[in-house]
């Protein structure tokens, strides 16, 4: 392979869908209430996808450091462990993209607020700086929170409610409660897709000491929870909808519903966990399907 196909494979784009969704949710939101600006999408784009390979490369690297990839692990390549990359040169990697997300996190803020006051300013910088830091220290340092059952809580978090909040705020400068509703629904997918690898790597994870949601609640329960995060998101997007009702279009978030139920029965019949691997990737496209047609679904 070439150095640019390695990179290439490190980045792991086929995460890339479930990072955009956010984004686009929360613009689609922002202009079904006739207020978007293009520089929050775009640099919220940009932004977005920095943060997702940032988190990729730093997982690569943390797990390669800490002796949990190895030779027994039936997921995707990991350049760091195979000894493609260096650790000096994921490193060197890893400082790039956050370069990238501060600058292009920086244009994103000041795309959205403007000559608006200092204090508005010092939260979105704060909650960016927290993004990234949140990035690099899922499988990064002494006490790795993804090493601790902390990742789900943390996607939730960062893929749903700021970036699907923080995105509608930045094109309208308002808030409202029910905004958490699709908000969250986008997390709880986006936390289902860490479900699966988690539920993927169960058997080497526990080897490893890496004590994942699912390592500390059995793959029985794990399944459950799998059941529960994507029935709630489905709820979650139906309520917003009722509350919100103005046009039968808006009930288009129903056409990902039946990949939802595909994803439900492989789950819960799945005895080979590698399998998993083709249901991660069917979740992510699901989740920006669910992301455009709810927001389509908005502003016909």
């Not at 995707?76 to 997300?101: A, Y």
């Not at 990234?132 to 059952?149: D, M, N, W």
């Amino acid at each position: 392979m070439t150095k640019l196909t390695i990179w290439i494979k490190a980045f792991r784009l086929r995460t890339l869908p479930l990072a955009l969704s956010a984004t686009i949710l929360g613009s689609f939101l922002g202009y079904a209430e006739g207020k978007f600006k293009w520089g929050v999408f775009v640099f919220g784009t940009f932004t977005t996808l920095f943060l997702q390979i940032l988190s990729n490369l730093a997982n690569d690297y943390g797990d390669a450091r800490k002796g949990t990839d190895s030779k027994h692990r039936i997921g995707p390549l990991r350049v760091t462990q195979t000894g493609l990359v260096s650790l000096r040169e994921m490193s060197w990697m890893i400082s790039l993209f956050v370069l990238l997300s501060l600058v292009s996190g920086s244009l994103l803020i000041w795309s959205g607020l403007g000559r608006s006051n200092l204090l508005l300013y010092a939260v979105f910088f704060l909650l960016g700086f927290s993004a990234i830091f949140a990035a690099v220290k899922y499988t990064i340092g002494r006490k790795p929170y993804g090493y601790l059952g902390f990742g789900d809580i943390m996607v939730f978090i960062y893929f749903g409610i700021l970036g699907v909040a923080g995105t509608y705020f930045l094109h309208t400068r308002s808030f409202h409660p029910t905004i958490l509703l699709p908000a969250s629904s986008i997390g709880l997918l986006s936390v289902g897709v860490l479900n699966l690898n988690n539920m993927r790597d169960r058997e080497n994870d526990e080897i490893n000491g890496k004590h994942t949601l699912v390592v500390r609640m059995g793959i029985t329960w794990a399944k459950m929870y799998h059941v529960g995060l994507l029935f709630t998101a489905f709820l979650l997007g139906l309520t917003y909808t009722i509350i919100h009702f103005d046009s039968f279009f808006q009930l288009m978030f129903l056409l990902p519903l039946p990949l939802l139920a595909s994803d439900i029965q492989k789950v819960v019949t799945n005895t080979v966990p590698v399998e998993l691997n083709a249901e991660l990737k069917k979740l992510a496209v699901t989740t920006l399907l669910f992301s455009l047609s709810f927001g389509i679904g908005l502003i016909l």
